[in-house]
């Protein structure tokens, strides 16, 4: 990821919370393979794991699961295969998992106040914020391991209770109660977990960006939230909003500095 300085802004802490927030992670393999593209990608809900929730450089862990028949999956069981590795076994290449936030926004001159006015000298850019996960990759594929089977378990109940809960906000208060994995037949459970695979994933990298036109002066930015906040739409409510957070929070570092 390109992370130019004014943009890199963000903390572990924020990262991580960027990542629960949209769990929804775009997982890209790179592997050499005889039967299936080099380049795959695939959306995959992931939780993600962290010991210390305190900490400011814990990275943590992402566990998700994949559909067998996808040819992701099967080039991920190949390699691992084609090295006589067992489940349960790292891939030798690194993963990458992408996180983008819903908010995102194109961010026309219009916009510039200050300096679109005085010289002209602007341009159309995008406003944005992503994380990307970098690790090596744990993959659970045999569907009679005991292993892969508490793996797979744990998996979609923890995804399960996390999206119920925090996505949907079910507390069984007032609010229905969330939707178990238990709700479902056993048997039919079972079936669906042999058609998946498994994902662990230690972070080893972490790295994201606000793109929320910290790059502008002091006027362009109080003109590029007034003009998100005039089009009237959810969207831009929610940009002028970013737009704001991180321009304060500039201010915030620069005070401290100068302090």
């Known amino acids: 990821m390109y992370l130019r300085g004014v943009h890199a802004d963000a903390t572990i802490p924020m990262l991580r919370q960027l990542i629960r927030n949209n769990p929804l992670g775009i997982l890209t393999t790179a592997i050499a393979s005889p039967t299936y593209p080099l380049i795959q990608s695939s959306h995959i809900p992931f939780v993600l794991d962290v010991n210390d929730e305190n900490s400011e450089t814990e990275l943590g862990i992402l566990r998700g699961h994949v559909a067998r028949q996808n040819p992701q999956s099967k ?37 510039y106040t200050e300096t679109k006015p005085e010289t002209g000298k602007v341009v159309p850019t995008w406003n944005y914020a992503a994380a990307q996960a970098y690790g090596r990759a744990k993959v659970y594929y045999d569907s009679k391991s005991a292993e892969s089977i508490a793996f797979l378990s744990k998996q979609i109940s923890d995804l399960s209770q ?96 100068q302090a």
């Open 162 to 257: 996390y999206a119920e809960t925090s996505i949907m906000g079910y507390n069984g208060v007032d609010k229905p109660g969330p939707w178990k994995v238990s709700d479902a037949p056993e048997r039919y459970v079972e079936l669906l977990q042999k058609n998946i695979i498994g994902i662990e994933i230690c972070i080893e990298r972490l790295e994201g960006k606000f793109k929320m036109s910290q790059e502008m002066g002091q006027g362009d930015t109080d003109g590029v939230i007034k003009g998100f906040r005039r089009l009237g739409t959810e969207v831009g409510t929610e940009m002028a909003k970013l737009v704001e957070e991180r321009r304060d929070l500039k201010a915030a570092r620069s005070a401290q500095r």
């Open 75 to 111: 080039a991920m069981v190949e390699s691992l295969e084609a090295r006589s590795q067992a489940s349960g076994s790292f891939l030798e290449q690194e993963v990458l998992v992408l996180f983008n936030s819903p908010v995102h926004h194109y961010v026309t001159p219009k916009f």
